[in-house]
């Protein structure tokens, strides 16, 4: 692989304007860079979990192929391009399956969860919230501009499996999850 960056600052974006992978130039709060700064927030977060479980969890497998797929995602939304699609169908199959997989191995719900029961658990479900904000985000970007259906879906089922997966990590090792109680009724 050839050298991408010989230095790292250009000073190109001071003014407010960044480029995309085509070389269009685009403000900073456009929506598509905000997309793409929330899918790489969601990966970034998705890593501290990856980084918080044991070098042998099976977690680790299912995971970090994600983080693959959501780089890859990035870049689908930078080439703003209708001929650049990664995320296919068989993407969100993928995950579908590991939801069905891991959600097996859980008791019903029957209570609201509340983020915590672990610190991979709470980082999970802190990577659960910033994958739907990165959803609303390519909601309006398809809105906007048009965007890769599939895409849109991977990260829907992904945020349905990181909630699973932080279930899972709350209740390992005799742990539990923490159940929302509700403010009593006054009378």
Not at 84 to 94: G, K, L, R
Not at 97 to 115: G, M
């Amino acid at each position: 692989m050839a050298n991408r960056l010989t230095r790292i600052y250009t000073r190109t974006g001071d003014k407010g304007q960044t480029g995309l992978g085509g070389g269009k130039r685009v403000a900073k709060f456009d929506v598509r860079i905000e997309a793409m700064g929330d899918i790489d927030e969601l990966n970034s977060q998705l890593g501290v979990v990856i980084a918080l479980l044991a070098a042998d969890d099976p977690l680790r497998d299912a995971l970090q192929p994600i983080q693959h797929r959501l780089f890859d995602l990035g870049g689908e939304i930078a080439m703003d391009s209708d001929q650049y699609q990664v995320i296919e169908a068989d993407d969100v199959s993928a995950l579908e399956q590991l939801l069905d997989r891991y959600n097996a191995d859980l008791p019903s719900l029957k209570e609201f969860i509340l983020p915590g029961g672990s610190p991979a658990a709470a980082h999970c479900h802190l990577a659960r919230t910033v994958c739907r904000r990165a959803e609303r985000k390519l909601h309006k970007l398809a809105a906007e501009h048009g965007f890769n259906p599939q895409s849109v879906g991977y990260v829907n089922r992904l945020s349905d499996l990181l909630f699973v997966v932080a279930r899972l990590l709350a209740r390992r090792d005799g742990g539990q999850e923490i159940l929302w109680q509700p403010k009593p009724a006054q009378p």
